[in-house]
C-alpha cells in the first residue's frame, strides 16, 4: 500500500495525515453525538430540542469554511482540489 493513499488527501487541505485524523475524528465525534440527540429528542420530544439541527448548522459551517480557505490555498499555489 502506497503511502500517498494516506497523504495525498490530507495534503489537498493543508494537513499532515495525523493532523486530519484529528481533525476528522473530532467532526465524526461531534457527529456521533449530536446523532444520539437526535434519537433522545425522538423519546423524549422535550429533551434536545434543537441540539443536533444547531451541530449540524456548525459542523456545516466550520467545514465550508475550512474548504474555502484550502480552496484559496491550492489555487494561490496552483495545486488540484479533490
Do not use: N, Q
Not at 13 to 35: C, D, N
Not at 71 to 80: E, G, T, V, W
Request: charged share 20%; hydrophobic share 50%.
Amino acid at each position: 500500500m502506497s503511502m500517498k493513499w494516506f497523504t495525498e488527501h490530507p495534503a489537498t487541505v493543508g494537513e499532515t495525515y495525523f493532523g486530519h485524523l484529528f481533525k476528522a475524528s473530532a467532526f465524526g465525534l461531534r457527529m456521533l453525538i449530536a446523532g444520539i440527540a437526535c434519537i433522545l429528542h425522538g423519546l423524549f420530544p422535550f429533551l434536545c430540542v434543537t441540539t443536533g439541527s444547531d451541530a449540524m448548522k456548525a459542523l456545516h459551517d466550520e467545514m465550508s469554511a475550512r474548504r474555502d480557505v484550502a480552496l484559496k490555498a491550492h489555487k494561490a499555489a496552483s495545486l488540484p482540489i479533490r
